[in-house]
């Protein structure tokens, strides 16, 4: 089992920046990869970043490309999104998710094992 809890959500103006923390504990050995996902009101969730664990890899939604960045400190089993350039198209419930499949490394949601319980990015002037 894993436990992620997420922080840092809030309410931001346009062109603003947040950061969003993830914390894992557990067996956070098994974690293979992490990812970040969004959840609107009357929407589907949708793929926002992921990273591998150990190494480098990271990915992006075109729509965040160049304005989010999905990083990880291992010594702290803490995953980070931080956010600049804001829009209030980002408003959403901001997820945390990691596998602990090897191997898997996609964006869809059903490919996540284990769940954070979600923080409120609500994004207007």
């Known amino acids: 089992q894993v436990q992620l809890v997420e922080s840092g959500g809030g309410l931001v103006q346009p062109g603003g920046s947040l950061r969003l923390s993830c914390a894992a504990s557990?067996?956070?050995?098994?974690?293979?990869?992490t990812a970040w996902f969004r959840q609107a009101p009357g929407k589907e969730r949708e793929f926002v970043a992921r990273?591998?664990?150990?190494?480098?890899?990271?990915d992006y939604a075109d729509s965040v490309k160049g304005r989010f960045t999905i990083s990880r400190d291992n010594g702290k089993n803490t995953v980070y999104l931080q956010m600049n350039s804001l829009k209030p198209d980002d408003t959403a419930v901001y997820y945390c998710?990691?596998?602990?499949?090897?191997?898997?490394?996609?964006?869809?949601?059903?490919?996540?094992?284990?769940w954070g319980q979600g923080t409120q990015v609500t994004v207007s002037s």
């Open positions: 990273a591998t664990w150990n190494t480098g890899y990271t």
């Open positions: 557990g067996r956070t050995f098994s974690i293979y990869a």
């Open positions: 998710a990691v596998t602990v499949r090897a191997g898997i490394l996609t964006p869809r949601p059903n490919d996540y094992d284990y």
